[in-house]
């Protein structure tokens, strides 16, 4: 069935510096890869997402690229800031019908000031 | 507050016992979706409505889990016969479907404790 891993479970940097996010998904149908950021008592919020048409796509200091041949995609933050600081999903969705989206475990970020 | 909301916010229950929850979808919004999301992982698909077609179902949800959305507005989630692994966030979302966007509107999560 449909799988997404994501990569690190944790990571932790310095105000300022960058921070990566890798996933990875299974289902070729994949088609829309969406990135959610989940605050603590709150539901997942979009951040950012990448069709599998566009290559890599830019919002302020949040990027996304996709290599849709390996099946990996990455988020990128850069200039880091403490309310950086949340759990993040990569999903993968299809759209047959309904864009039903299959999310990873999430990376908890810790950006220390 | 145009939102995707939901109630109750937290349930304890004991095992055995039947649990329902709400979820009120942004009104324009025909997509509606339930997820599961237990500590440290991500939301895990339950199934999702268009209107009030249900149109999917995950193997996850077992015959102890219902859902409905009776006019295509709100949705209920029920689960009968609690038992403790059923302890999670149950998350709801919607979407507008037309635009067919893919973005999901989360609510904030109906957290339930089976002790």
């Known amino acids: 069935g449909e799988n997404v891993e994501q990569h690190p479970s944790t990571l932790s940097v310095q105000e300022g510096d960058s921070a990566v996010i890798k996933c990875t998904y299974s289902d070729s149908a994949s088609n829309y890869f969406p990135w959610y950021k989940q605050e603590l008592g709150k539901g997942p919020q979009l951040i950012i997402d990448i069709r599998s048409n566009v290559g890599e796509k830019k919002d302020q200091r949040i990027a996304v690229t996709l290599n849709k041949t390996a099946k990996h995609f990455s988020l990128h933050i850069t200039e880091t800031q403490p309310e950086d600081s949340a759990v993040y999903f990569c999903?993968?969705?299809?759209?047959?019908?309904?864009?039903?989206?299959?999310f990873g475990a999430g990376t908890r970020l810790f950006v220390k000031a | 507050d145009t939102g995707v909301s939901q109630d109750p916010r937290h349930k304890i229950t004991k095992r055995g016992q039947n649990v329902t929850f709400r979820c009120d979808p942004i009104s324009e919004h025909n997509r509606l979706y339930w997820y599961r999301q237990t500590l440290g992982q991500g939301p895990e698909f339950l199934t999702y409505f268009q209107n009030e077609a249900q149109l999917e179902k995950s193997r996850l949800l077992s015959d102890r889990f219902s859902a409905e959305r009776p006019k295509g507005s709100f949705s209920t989630l029920e689960i009968q016969r609690t038992e403790q692994g059923d302890s999670a966030m149950y998350l709801c979302?919607?979407?507008?479907?037309?635009?067919?966007?893919?973005?999901?509107?989360f609510g904030e999560g109906s957290r339930l404790t089976v002790l």
């Open positions: 999903a993968a969705g299809a759209n047959t019908g309904g864009f039903k989206t299959i």
């Open positions: 979302a919607s979407s507008p479907g037309q635009a067919n966007t893919g973005e999901l509107f």
